[in-house]
């Protein structure tokens, strides 16, 4: 009994010391505020920053390899909060970018091809004759998109069409690289007009597919302003460095610009999103 | 020689860990989603279980009969293992911080991994001496690696297959265990120890 006390006491004991010498022999110099910026980045370890994680960034902003604004998720709070931490002033930019998926051919508007019958995956559709949907450029509507948001930021629609939530998108990229469409674009969150179309065909081509396809009959690209909206391969596109007012939308005949509410700036409070201010 | 050649087969094949003996099931089912991630477990397994055979044969035979405590057994090597773990985690994260990054957070898991409890009381068991422990550590830990890899694997296919829904997610993996632990049966008899 004694025995065996003394010597597990012994060997605890020893072993203790053994990592309490460990500790100090292999001691690794940590910057302390590499852990306080840990904990203010979201956590997600998703990687839209370009690094392996949370741990890994906080590690390079802390030795300043990185600007404290590197979170494309925390945004400007988290940006501020970093700041604060590494004593640095933060002035705010509104540049937060959200996802938003370039089409609106739900099932009730867009034409099929075949019955598709196959894996549940957008990947997977899309190898099969190019997927079932009509139009070559839409929206297969099998979620691989929402499956890969790590936020639970992308609702998939009944008809087959995923939804990016801008509140909830924290700019990722992750369902970007996922669309095998490649139809997932980064847009500035305060935006408010937005061309839902990637189909480059000419109009008649895209029309017989869709009832919401661009025709590129360019009526927006002339009531916009200058350089706002352009013509490429038949399709209208948004350069989202430039302000469009909402009636630009009322132009379309197809119906296929949409308004939907753009985020107001928090770092700028001046400019309101109603006045389709800069996001 | 040649019995050190029939304890790497015995170890890797014939009484395979995971899929004969049934130690170290948490980490074979709890990290095999992806075969990076197995692979990464396997490499942190091979580590500990090779350097926690040495050091609990050792604490055997020159700490516990020595005294007459052999009935610790259990209760020593558990405490050596958790403070081997931490020891070498320390010691990865100064000396090799590539090997630490690799490792990652299995290297503290494996702390409450059977197989690399399993491995040391098995030592005991068979009698071995010092350097048949030490192959008997890294074949039972290779053993471990290629359950990991081939179940990885396999998780990744079925993971892309239009399962029937109340088999999805664990229930498929627990019956591809299962085969998979079949399988291996047919090495049985191919030596003895």
Known sequence: MLTAVTAMAILALALAFGIAMAARIFAVVTDPRAELIEGALPGANCGACGLPGCSELARRIAEGKAPVGACPVGGEPVAAEIARIMGEAFEGGCERQVALVLCNGSDQVAAKRFFYNGVFDCASAALVAGGDKACTYGCLGFGTCAAVCPFGAIDMLPGGLAVVDPSRCTGCTKCVSACPRGIIRMVPAGRRVHILCSNHEKGAAAKKKCAVACIACQKCVKAAPEGAITMDNFLAVVDYSKDIPDPVAAECPMSTIVVRPGEACAGDAGRTAAAGGEG | ?193
């Open chain 2, 1 to 193: 020689m040649p019995k050190l050649i029939v304890i790497i087969i015995s170890a890797v094949l014939v009484n395979n860990f995971v899929l004969m003996r049934f130690l170290g099931i948490c980490p074979f089912l709890g990290v095999s989603k992806r075969v990076s991630t197995a692979a990464g477990m396997s490499g942190a397994v091979l580590f500990v279980m090779t350097m926690a055979s040495v050091v609990t044969w050792l604490i055997y035979r020159y700490i516990l009969v020595p005294f007459g405590l052999v009935y610790l057994q259990t209760v020593s090597f558990i405490l050596v293992i958790a403070a081997l773990v931490q020891l070498v985690e320390l010691a990865l994260q100064k000396l090799s911080p590539a090997l630490y990054k690799a490792l990652g957070i299995f290297l503290p898991l494996i702390t409450t991994n059977c197989a690399v409890l399993g491995v040391s009381v098995l030592n005991i068991q068979k009698e071995f001496t010092l350097v048949e422990t030490t192959v008997f550590g890294a074949a039972a830990a290779l053993g471990f690696g290629v359950a990991m890899m081939i179940f990885s694997g396999l998780r990744e296919r079925i993971e892309l297959c239009d399962t029937p829904l109340p088999f999805r997610g664990t229930a498929i993996s627990l019956i591809t265990a299962g085969l998979l632990s079949l399988a291996f049966m047919g090495f049985t008899g191919l030596v003895n120890l």
